[in-house]
């Protein structure tokens, strides 16, 4: 039997440095999220453009935020 439970997530839309749009989906337990809170909670993780004439890969601190969009994520357990 599966056993499923929520957590709260944010879809988090950054823009690289050629203006393109980079989306990154991470659980976190802030049930509000400034700009300021993601860059220091999520600055570190890899991003890579997927536009074929970009190709821009790099650290989120390197890129800006163009929104922050919290949703519940929906996990099944492993059991």
Known sequence: MLEWCMSLAYRIVFECPNGHQINLQKVCPNVSLTEDEAMTLFGAEDLSCAKADCG??????????????????ILASAS
């Not at 650290?59 to 163009?66: C, H, V």
């Open 56 to 73: 821009w890969h790099g650290k989120a601190s390197k890129a800006r935020i163009l929104r922050l969009l919290p949703f519940n994520w």
